[in-house]
């Protein structure tokens, strides 16, 4: 059977015998599906964990105490490699720093503060 609605806020699960390295035996979490393609990020990897969570960005410390377990930056989020995606739960949420994904996921806007994108965030897990 083919799928031919979108896949936003669905898992897919990588095959074994899947060639690319980018995508073998991973999970990925899709944020956006259209007719021009798909952005997602992958669940089941955790970035070094030698890089402390700022990476340079002093923004992300106010949202540091908000990460989900394990508490560290996770690869597998946008392809160039400077760039984070964070994904949040919330209430109150302010739509121009809000992307919805589900009902209650949504990308968030890292370089607000957690006040500036919902009056109350739950949990955050950040992609790089």
Excluded: K
């Excluded at 690869?75 to 121009?96: Q, Y």
Aim: proline share 8%; hydrophobic share 40%.
């Amino acid at each position: 059977m083919i799928w031919s609605g979108s896949t936003r806020g669905r898992l897919l699960v990588a095959t074994p015998p899947l060639g690319d390295p980018n995508f073998d035996r991973t999970v990925v979490y899709v944020l956006d599906h259209g007719e021009l393609g798909a952005v997602g990020v992958v669940l089941n990897r955790t970035d070094d964990p030698e890089l402390p969570v700022d990476d340079g960005l002093e923004a992300l410390s106010a949202w540091e105490h908000l990460l989900a377990p394990p508490g560290r930056v996770f690869a597998g989020g946008p392809v160039a490699t400077d760039a984070l995606i964070a994904l949040a739960t919330g209430d109150g949420r302010h739509e121009d720093a809000w992307g919805p994904v589900t009902d209650e996921v949504g990308t968030v806007d890292l370089s607000l503060t957690p006040d500036e994108v919902a009056d109350r965030i739950g949990q955050v897990r950040i992609f790089r």
